[in-house]
């Protein structure tokens, strides 16, 4: 079949390719007693590989449960961390059986179309054991893909936590990774994509999972509205362990997440390890230390939203950035993120009760340009293809983002109005009141 086109962006395809050959003709000589016997077809996996792509596709599982639920957990009311432990937890299964009914196949169906990947792959249609994507299984490669479409929708909930029917996520969920999430997988990373054609680099998921996600968050704060007290209650976090432990986690997870998106273990997956370690740390400490300047005082809140902010801002630059290059993007994100959610959230009164757009939308967007920039081989980055510029590929960058941002939001605000007509968005007052937890999946967390 043909090599993922996020090997391809790697710059892995031509010396697999090569290794390919070799190996044929090696074969050829060893083996073909005739020139006119039939060559037999020689297998290009790699258990290395296979190994390492199998521990990646785990760990991004891993930074959704518990990772992304503790997280988000720690950060609402105690009334409602059920709700959004829930959440999470099925909105990963019910992703899974879709991805395998029919979302694979729109994000790598194998269709020419520069939208989406057609319908040849529907049900997993011809995947065997012995279909290969590189130097992988294919299944493996499914896997992989699986999580990344599992995950990216558990973020947006975020943005209207506790205030959301059960429902209605899980209905929402589903139309909006078949109609928004695939089809920008196979544009950016698919051979065939729009995007990708155009020379845009997103390593790991910059627009496909991250601006995807904020956009989509934005969208569904503004239309659902401001949960009932908000500026009046207390909504502060109800369990800070609980965050710092899923940030934690999301760190540990998102090596897999980054260094598992060169699809083999090689070169390409260590610069983006050690890039996960070096721009998630950067930002960490940006956040503290503007943090300190502007209120006095480094939060724990804050780190852990450095932490995310990092990882965010590199995953679309893990492959392509230097450790140095990234410790810097990692911090200007940092800050960037942190003025929209400390400042232009407040002053424009949104409800993004998590933070979602501040950090993932945000820090996207400051990534995807940010790896336009720090790829530069001048700047210690891994340089850009023949003929191109820092200019023309940061313009591409932004084109991708323009996409995503358009695609997504007009097609998120069209999905949200749906749900609403067919199964209503919010719960009532009262049952807001009350707290999810109860109210949506008749148990407490916490018994006094």
Not at 32 to 59: F, K, Q, R, Y
Not at 316 to 330: E, Q
Not at 331 to 359: E, N, P, Q, R, W
């Amino acid at each position: 079949m043909r090599l993922p086109s996020t090997l391809k962006r790697a710059g892995l395809l031509a010396p697999l390719a090569f290794s390919a050959l070799g190996s044929v003709a090696a074969f050829a000589q060893e083996a073909a007693p005739a020139a006119t016997e039939a060559a037999a077809p020689v297998s290009a996996l790699n258990s290395g590989d296979t190994t390492w792509m199998m521990l990646s596709t785990i760990l991004v599982l891993f930074m959704a449960l518990p990772g992304l639920a503790l997280f988000y957990g720690g950060l609402v009311r105690s009334k409602n961390i059920l709700s959004i432990l829930m959440q999470c937890t099925m909105i990963t299964a019910v992703v899974i059986v879709v991805w395998v009914l029919w979302g694979y196949s729109f994000a790598f169906g194998g269709g020419t179309s520069p939208y989406w990947g057609g319908l040849g792959k529907v049900f997993l249609a011809g995947v065997t054991r012995e279909s290969e994507t590189g130097t992988i299984p294919e299944f493996v490669f499914i896997c992989f893909q699986m999580t990344f479409a599992a995950i990216t929708p558990a973020l947006i909930i975020g943005a209207f936590a506790e205030r959301v029917k059960f429902s209605a996520v899980l209905m929402f969920v589903v139309l909006w990774v078949s109609l928004v999430y695939f089809p920008i997988a196979h544009m950016v990373w698919d051979a065939n994509g729009l995007i990708f054609g155009w020379g845009a680099l997103d390593f790991a998921g910059g627009t496909v999972v991250h601006i995807n996600a904020g956009i989509a968050a934005l969208v569904g704060a503004l239309l659902i509205g401001k949960r009932h007290g908000y500026g009046r209650d207390n909504m502060a976090p109800h369990s800070m362990p609980f965050t710092m432990i899923g940030a934690s986690i999301l760190w540990v997870g998102w090596f897999g997440f980054n260094a598992g998106s060169a699809l083999a273990a090689n070169g390409t997956a260590a610069l983006a390890m050690i890039n996960t370690f070096t721009a998630t740390a950067g930002a960490a400490i940006a956040w503290a230390v503007v943090e300190t300047v502007t209120r006095g005082k480094a939060s724990m809140l804050g780190a852990a939203s450095g932490i995310v902010a990092g990882l965010v801002a590199v995953t679309p630059a893990a492959g392509f950035v230097g450790p140095v290059g990234a410790i810097v993007l990692g911090a200007i994100a940092s800050v960037v993120c942190y003025y929209f959610v400390a400042t232009v959230k407040i002053k424009l009164g949104y409800d993004d009760a998590l933070d979602v757009f501040g950090v993932h939308g945000i820090g996207g967007i400051v990534g995807a340009i940010g790896t336009g920039i720090f790829a530069s081989a001048s700047l210690g980055g891994v340089g850009y293809a023949e003929g191109v510029t820092m200019a023309s590929q940061v313009w591409t960058q932004i084109l991708a983002i323009l996409v995503t941002v358009v695609w997504c939001g007009v097609v998120s605000a069209i999905l949200y109005k749906l749900v609403d007509l067919v199964v209503g968005l919010r719960p009532t007052a009262e049952t807001e009141s009350q707290g999810l937890d109860i109210t949506s999946h008749g148990e407490v967390a916490y018994h006094s």
